[in-house]
């Protein structure tokens, strides 16, 4: 541990500040990390594909940087505001476990997203076919013999008949 990073601690404990509304740390870490992965995958997909890079496609990963971080703020907001008010507590109980969830499903998202760009970039190589594209169809729900989509597929053949 650092100095900055025990004066940081220690001034929250003086001031009897809780932080309680914060997320995960490592779901943090691991989001921001994936979120750069996805951007060097991004680029050396359309590098493998011959495909010149331009500032929009930058700026998407800017853009999708802020809406990820503007979802995480509003739900820590409401876990902050639902510490102070007698009302909303238990709703700031169960927002601990939305903050985590939310943050699981954008490394889902972008993990997906990862996989595309790797399988987009030789979809011919053992690598693309064997692994890739296996847990590609697996993140997608494209499984044969998928459970829910056969419910799905019986469902619209009955509203079919009516």
């Known amino acids: 541990m650092n100095i900055k990073t025990i004066l940081f601690a220690g001034s929250f404990a003086f001031l009897n500040i809780k932080v309680n509304f914060i997320p995960n740390t490592d ?7 994936a979120i750069t992965f996805d951007l060097i995958t991004g680029v050396a ?3 493998a594909m011959g495909v010149k890079r331009t500032s929009k496609g930058y700026r998407q990963t800017i853009v999708k940087f802020l ?33 985590n969830g939310l943050l ?19 979809k011919t ?13 697996l993140f997608t729900f494209e499984l044969k013999n998928n459970v829910i989509a056969k419910l799905g597929d019986d469902v619209n053949n009955e509203n079919a008949k009516i």
């Open 27 to 33: 779901l943090l870490i691991m989001m921001g990390l």
């Open 45 to 47: 997909k359309s590098y």
């Open 67 to 99: 809406q990820y971080g503007g979802a995480i703020l509003v739900s820590m907001g409401i876990t902050f505001l639902g510490q102070y008010n007698p009302e909303m507590k238990k709703l700031s109980d169960s927002m601990a476990y939305f903050n």
């Open 104 to 122: 699981v499903f954008i490394i889902f998202i972008e993990l997906t997203s990862i996989l595309e760009n790797c399988y987009e970039m030789n």
């Open 125 to 137: 190589s053992k690598i693309s076919q064997f692994l890739i594209r296996p847990i590609l169809k």
